[in-house]
């Protein structure tokens, strides 16, 4: 168990120290009475460890073969519908 400061934890992390301070999933300690934060260099490791494969999961997803490829309905080449309601701008003139 290593003992990082503030400034310390968000060079290894490689983030900067206000967004260390403000992330919740991150794990840190506070000792008591006191104003610092600390963190354990082992649990930064599993942490980061933890978000690299759970982040390869999502990332890498099959599409269900039940899917149709062209669900969209076709259109016409070239031709945009526009008559659906009108466009709000703020400014009268474009109105």
Request: aromatic share 8%; no cysteine.
């Amino acid at each position: 168990m290593k003992p990082l400061t503030l400034a310390e934890a968000a060079q290894f992390l490689r983030m900067s120290r206000s967004s260390l301070y403000q992330r919740r999933d991150i794990p840190k300690y506070r000792r008591p009475g006191g104003r610092t934060l600390l963190f354990d260099q082992d649990e930064l490791e599993t942490w980061l460890k933890q978000g690299r494969l759970e982040g390869q999961s999502e990332s890498v997803r099959e599409i269900p073969a039940t899917t149709k490829r062209h669900q969209v309905p076709e259109v016409a080449a070239g031709v945009v519908d526009i008559s659906s309601r009108p466009i709000y701008h703020r400014n009268a003139q474009y109105r």
